[in-house]
Each structure stands twice: as structure tokens, then as C-alpha cells.
């Protein structure tokens, strides 16, 4: 028993909750493809923009245990003209922007943050499915569904941290 207990207490200190992400540490986003990612410092800043609209903390510096990734892809899910990028499930770090749709974007951080946002979330959640478009939520399947929400909704952040990926801030 004093084994049992000791291995629990052990645990927790060690954070073994199982999270793959904890807000309350350091994210440093870095780009996976600098020679081919279009508008790189736009979609940075988007993505920093998406952590703090988590209640993350961003990190200049690489020296931090948890990245996140940006890459372009020009992959086939791309040729669906309503999707601007995607996360692959079980997820990785890497968040994919569609080369295409980075290229001939109007440059706003707006439209950057909100496909950032939407990401992040199946990134943070680890899943893939959506939320219905009647939500207005950021995690709804296509962007007209939550034009001008600029911050994760209450059913957002339920999908976020339900299944126990991402602790810390809005998880907590």
C-alpha cells in the first residue's frame, strides 16, 4: 500500500496526467518549411495570437518543451476550396496551412488568426470532427459559420478539453 501510494504521489508530481499540451508553460511556434511558407511572419503571429486566445503563453525562443509547427502543404485536402488547412489526427505539433489559400489570402492577421484558431483547436483537442455550424463556434467545419468570433466559445473550449489532451487555462 505504501508502495501504491508513494508511486501516485510520484506521479503527480511528475505532471503524468496524460496532457500532450499544458497552457500554463511556454508554446514557441517556428515554421517547419521556411524555404516554401508563404507570409511566414503573418501566420506566426497568427498563431501566437491563437495560444493567447487560449490563455497559452508564447515563447520567442525554441528553448521550451512545447512547439507548435506550421507547414504549407499543397495536399489533396487543399483542393477543397473551403478548407484553408488542417491537422493530422493523432496529432503532431504541426499545424498545415494550405499553400494555395496562404498565397492568394488577402493579408489580414484576422483571416491568418481564425484558421490558426480553428487548428489549434483540433491540435489541442486531438480529434477531428467539428462542431455544427449553428454554434457559431471556431470549431465549426467551415469559416462563414463564426465570422467576427475572435475568441473560443464556451462549446469550443468543452471540445478542446474534454478528452483531457490539454490542461492548463481554459482547460482548468
Known sequence: MR????TLALLITLNCSGA???????????????????????FISAANNAILAAGGIVLGSEFTDQKLGLQSTDDDRCLNPEVRGFTHIPTNGIIN??????????????????TVMHELGHELADKGE?????TKSIMT??????????????????????NGNTRGSICD
Open 141 to 162: 467545419a467551415v469559416p462563414y459559420c463564426h465570422q467576427g468570433v475572435t475568441k473560443f466559445t464556451p462549446l469550443d473550449i468543452r471540445y478542446i478539453c474534454e
Open 97 to 114: 496551412i494550405c499553400r494555395t489559400f496562404a498565397n492568394t489570402m488577402p493579408y489580414t492577421l484576422s483571416i491568418a488568426t481564425d
Open 20 to 42: 500532450h499540451w499544458d497552457l500554463t508553460n511556454p508554446i514557441h511556434v517556428y515554421i517547419v518549411d521556411k524555404d516554401t511558407f508563404p507570409k511566414q511572419e503573418l
Open 130 to 134: 467539428h462542431l455544427s455550424c449553428d
Open 3 to 6: 508502495f501504491l501510494l508513494c
